[in-house]
């Protein structure tokens, strides 16, 4: 059901998704690895792979370009266990996002990356984590924020 990633995307960030706009489309991937990851379910399963702007799902973009084409728009029920995943995804825009060095853009970049880095080596140690992030993604360079972004628990 695509229409949860859409509304989805509209709790978290008060806006509608827009599939020509890069940003709601980096929003959008790194949300639902990060929501996926911390418990929320969809509909299909998303593989994720690393590409320029972190953790990416082709499959992900490919249900998004065919749902954004048709008129058909459903709306879904959210459990309590999802409404809490989302705001808790709002606040962490709120404490990192909000006025800060970072966009909302970076934050979700930051901490998908981090997560994905994660899951791929459940060994590597929280410094080893923020060390592969710089490598990787020079533009996040605020390592304060970063550390806190990466302590942030959903």
Not at 33 to 52: A, Q, R
Request: hydrophobic residues 35%.
């Amino acid at each position: 059901m695509v229409e949860k990633l859409l509304e989805t995307y509209e709790k978290i960030y008060d806006k509608k998704f827009e599939i020509s706009d890069m940003d709601s489309k980096k929003e959008m991937q790194k949300a639902i690895f990060i929501l996926s990851l911390s418990g929320m379910t969809f509909e299909n399963y998303y593989g994720y792979v690393w590409d320029e702007y972190g953790p990416y799902s082709s499959e992900l973009a490919e249900d998004l370009k065919i749902y954004c084409s048709t008129d058909v728009k459903i709306k879904c029920d959210f459990n309590d266990k999802e409404l809490d995943l989302i705001n808790k995804f709002r606040k962490m825009l709120s404490e990192f996002a909000e006025g800060k060095q970072y966009d909302v853009v970076n934050v979700v970049e930051a901490k998908a990356s981090m997560m994905f880095f994660k899951e791929i080596d459940i060994n590597l140690t929280n410094e080893e984590i923020l060390s592969k992030l710089l490598t990787k993604k020079p533009h996040l360079k605020y390592n304060d924020i970063n550390k806190k972004i990466l302590q942030f628990n959903f």
